[in-house]
């Protein structure tokens, strides 16, 4: 019933910007608690950020505090990761996820299919 697209990413040098998008189907966005996971080559799944349904409650993982935001657009079922200051070491494929919970568990009932982000050196 839920369905997730990502967009927005893209190859940036280092210092660069991108905004990802999600846009969720099925459900407003302000009914699950949403969120990003990138996973880059040889490595394991990495949790970046999270929303809950309460938009007052974000988490950010160490890595990229400081540098990313993530909001909400509800009107648009959409939410946004605003990555700023890019590294190459951000280069992974970004996941959207979202759970039927107030806040996003390690383990999300739904996820999007991905998007590419290359930051080059």
């Known amino acids: 019933q839920v369905q997730l697209v990502e967009s927005g990413g893209g190859l940036v040098q280092a210092g660069g910007s991108l905004r990802l998008s999600c846009t969720t189907s099925?459900?407003?966005?302000?009914?699950?608690?949403m969120g990003w996971f990138r996973q880059a080559p040889g490595k394991e799944r990495q949790f970046v950020a999270s929303?809950?349904?309460?938009?007052?409650?974000?988490r950010y993982a160490d890595t990229v505090k400081g540098r990313f935001t993530i909001s909400r657009d509800n009107a648009k079922n959409t939410v946004y990761l605003q990555m700023n200051s890019l590294k190459p070491e951000d280069t992974a494929v970004y996941y959207c996820?979202?759970?039927?919970?107030?806040?996003?568990?390690?383990?999300?009932?739904?996820w999007g299919q991905g998007t590419q982000v290359t930051v080059s050196s």
């Open positions: 929303m809950g349904w309460n938009a007052a409650i974000t």
């Open positions: 099925g459900r407003t966005s302000s009914s699950y608690a």
């Open positions: 996820a979202a759970d039927r919970t107030p806040l996003l568990t390690t383990t999300p009932a739904y």
